[in-house]
């Protein structure tokens, strides 16, 4: 095994093995990927969590961004989202982009930080009101990473929205801020603005629009695109999107493909 083949390697493994534990799981298990949701298909996390002592294993074998109009390097990474339901409405989160691969004159790879995260669930739906649910989420990106990838201690705060609306429409959205390191290494506050609107087109497949926009003094970032969920079994969830820049900062294309497993 060379040393350039060992993560793609490691991937083969992890998701071999995964697709093996779930094939083997009793029927008898109340696990199921449709409740609440993957949370990695679409820019926008849900406002809901997993039922306690339930996980889902979110993964994201081909995440690719193009460079941008400033001179940003394209960039390649297979990421996850680890969840695990604590309480019925707390949830424990890691996340990390994984392996990276810059397209720089250094070809710089490695791993990417990991991000530890909480989300709370804070109220249900009220339709006779119009009211979304609610959920808060917590998160801190970390120096757990290979050192090309080290940018500090980055914290993260959103309000989780997800919303019923006319004709089986699901909207949901976030707002909050993130934090970045710029490169005169200063701390920027970014307001942070994600939504999606799905919709099942048959059974067990939907497809959704969605976006987001990041505002920091000097950059904005800002996508849309969209994509769609086919879930062939009560465990399993398969997404993948397609995603247009609207800004100079912003990758001119962007896709990420992956697959969600419930346990």
Known sequence: MTKNNFPYQAWTICITLLIWHTASLAESSTASIKTPGADLANFPNSAFTLPQGHAYAELSPINYASHDSIDTPSQYSAGYLLRYGL????ELRLFSLGYTQLNDENKTKGLSPQVFDIKWHLLDESKDSLLPAIGLEVA???DLASPNFKNGLQPALSLNFDQSLPYDIALEYNLGFITQQSDLGKTQYQLALSWALQ???IEDLAV??????????GATSSAIGGGLQWTPARRIS???????GLTDSTPAISTLTGFAIAF
């Open 238 to 244: 398969i997404f993948s999107n397609l995603n247009a």
């Open 140 to 142: 801190l990106q970390t």
């Open 208 to 217: 959704f629009i969605h976006g987001y926009t990041n505002t920091a003094t």
């Open 87 to 90: 309480l019925d409405d707390l």
């Open 199 to 201: 919709r099942d087109v």
